[in-house]
């Protein structure tokens, strides 16, 4: 996004405040969303799917649309529709896992639905590198997105859409155990104030765990929120020593181009950051976990000798 912000007129000291709208979105959404799942079902869509279906169509338009922003309002715009609809969909993906999984495979879902996170991040990363290769054009005049980035938001657009469709129709969701005292939970807390006070009342009786997890998340993004605002302009200024060119200067074509080149070797770098973080996140977690059942064994060989 950093990349298309620049692309606008943006300077590095207005990216911040462009990028704004995801974390905030998410801070809004995410909650409503999960909610909102949990208390629906439908024996045709089943709980988690309805939401799916909404966030992938939302998430594809927007996806889709965001080279074609003119001005830097409206590529901010489709990110702030682009996330809250990712939001959508990603929120009941999560939460998938522990409907679909009983309690002692949850983590090993989790992980594996981190790592498959991560290499979608890395191929993601490099579809401007890898269209560009294959022909497509990289370069655009003043203010103009370049071609590659046209395809490569097409061609995630087209995969996230088709992914959710098949999730959609192959994966069948299992109904509440007593579905009428889920019905009448329902309506004793319908209302948006009683929304508000459960996703409150929640907040409240976290697990310990998640409370300090939730203190590490918020640190954590002070370095995400940074990295993904600056990597592109930093790394193709400071690295690759081709900054993004101003409308006018000498040898403008020359230097556009050498920029996008940078830009596309910042982002497989960025996707490769992304996929070997979750290949050790997937080591960390099977090694942790091997270490729990070893230690559950001799403690067990203990108590019976």
Known sequence: ???????????????????????????????????????????KWGRRRPFFLLGAILSSIALFFMPYSSELWMAAGFLWILDASINI?????????????????????????????????????NLP????????????????IPDSVFYSFAIG????????????????????????????????SSGLLSGVQEILMSMRRMPSVMVQLGVVQFF???????????????????????????DGVLGYEALNAAYNEAANSVSSAMGFYGLSSMVFALLLAFYTSKWQINRRWVHGVSLAL
């Open 220 to 246: 954590s993004w002070f370095a995400f929120f940074t990295m993904w605002s600056f990597a592109t302009p930093a790394l193709t200024g400071s690295v690759f020593d081709a900054a993004n060119p101003e």
């Open 89 to 125: 969909s990603m929120e009941p993906f999560r939460a998938l896992v522990a409907d679909k999984l009983p309690e002692d495979q949850r983590s090993y879902g989790f992980v594996v639905q981190t790592l498959i996170i991560g290499i979608g991040t890395w191929i993601a990363s």
């Open 157 to 188: 657009a087209a995969v996230f859409m088709a992914s959710i469709a098949v999730t959609i129709w192959t994966t069948e969701e299992d109904p509440p155990e007593d579905l009428e005292a889920f019905e009448a939970e329902k309506k004793g």
């Open 1 to 43: 996004m950093s990349r298309i912000f620049q692309t606008l007129g943006a300077s590095p000291e207005e990216l911040p405040g462009l990028w704004i709208a995801a974390p905030l979105t998410g801070l809004v959404v995410q909650p409503i969303v999960g909610y909102l799942s949990d208390r629906t079902w439908s024996f």
């Open 129 to 144: 590198w890898l269209v560009t290769r294959l022909g497509v054009r990289n370069d655009a005049p003043a203010g103009e």
